[in-house]
C-alpha cells in the first residue's frame, strides 16, 4: 500500500507554492504519494501516513489557532515534520534569546512585553539607535514590519500601541547592509553545507521577500567565513 504525505500548506496556496510543488516528484520516486492540505481545511488527518509543514503562509496572523492545531496533530497524529516540538520553539523569535544565551552571534533585540507599556523614543535613546526596525514577535514576509527613525517617531506611535495591544513585539536596528548586500541563508542537511541562497530586497525597499519586490539568487557563492 503507498504511504501517503500530506504537504501542509494554506488556503492562499491551495496547492503549494511553485517551489514547494517540487517536492511532489522526487516523493513518488520513492513510492510515496504527496498532496497539499490547508492545515485549517475540514480533513480526515488519519488518511495521511505523514505531514510535513511546507506553505502555512498565514500561521502569524492565527498563532493561537496554528498552536493548537499543533497539539492536536501531537495527540491524533499522523507524525509531524518537523516535530511538534520544533514547529512550537520557531513561531516565536524569543527562539533568538536562546540562541543568543548559547554564543550565537544574533541581531541585537529589544523585547516588548504584549500589554506592556513602551516608549519607542526611550527604547531607541537607551539602545542609542538612530534607525530601527519594528514588528510582532511571531511574524514572517515582513508583516506589519516598520522601519522608524529616531527623529520621526510620532508617526509610529499608534503603530505600537496597536501592536503591542495584540502581541509581542521586537524592536531591532536597522541593518543596512540588507539593503546595500541581501540576505543570505545558509542551508545545511545533516551537518553538511547543502546550498547558500543571497536574498535581495527592490530598490528603495528593505524587504528582501519577492511579494515585496524582492529577488533570490539559488546556489550563491557565500562570502569567505559564513558557512563556518
Known amino acids: 500500500m503507498t504511504e501517503t ?7 492562499e496556496f491551495p496547492d503549494l507554492t511553485p517551489d514547494d510543488r517540487l517536492l511532489i516528484e522526487p516523493l513518488r520516486s520513492h513510492g510515496l504519494q504527496a498532496r497539499p492540505i490547508s492545515w485549517d481545511a475540514p480533513t480526515e488527518w488519519d488518511s495521511f501516513d505523514a505531514l510535513v509543514i511546507r ?45 543568543r544565551a548559547a554564543g550565537v552571534d544574533t541581531v541585537e533585540t529589544h ?39 529616531r527623529d520621526d517617531l510620532a508617526p509610529h506611535d499608534a503603530m505600537l500601541r496597536d501592536l503591542i495591544a495584540g502581541c509581542d513585539v521586537m524592536v531591532q536596528p536597522f541593518l543596512n547592509q540588507i539593503v546595500d548586500e541581501g540576505e ?6 545533516g551537518g553538511e553545507h547543502a546550498s547558500t541562497l543571497l536574498k535581495r530586497p527592490a530598490g528603495g525597499d528593505y524587504r528582501v521577500q519577492e511579494r515585496h519586490g524582492g529577488t533570490t539568487t539559488y546556489f550563491a557563492d557565500p562570502p569567505p567565513g559564513l558557512v563556518e
Not at 5 to 11: F, H, I, K, P
Not at 116 to 144: F, I, M, Q, T, Y
Open 111 to 149: 523585547w516588548i512585553e504584549r500589554g506592556s507599556d513602551a516608549d519607542l523614543a526611550g527604547v531607541l535613546h537607551e539602545r542609542r539607535w538612530e534607525h530601527a526596525v519594528v514588528k510582532p514577535a511571531v511574524s514572517a514576509g515582513a508583516w506589519k514590519t516598520s522601519p522608524i527613525r
Open 55 to 99: 506553505s502555512t503562509w498565514d500561521y502569524f496572523e492565527r498563532p493561537d489557532e496554528f498552536a493548537a492545531w499543533i497539539d492536536e496533530r501531537a495527540a491524533a497524529g499522523p507524525p509531524l515534520f518537523n516535530p511538534p516540538e520544533v514547529l512550537r520553539w520557531n513561531m516565536h523569535k524569543h527562539y533568538l534569546r536562546e540562541l
Open 5 to 11: 504525505v500530506g504537504l501542509v500548506t494554506c488556503a
Open 184 to 189: 543570505w541563508s545558509v542551508i545545511f542537511y
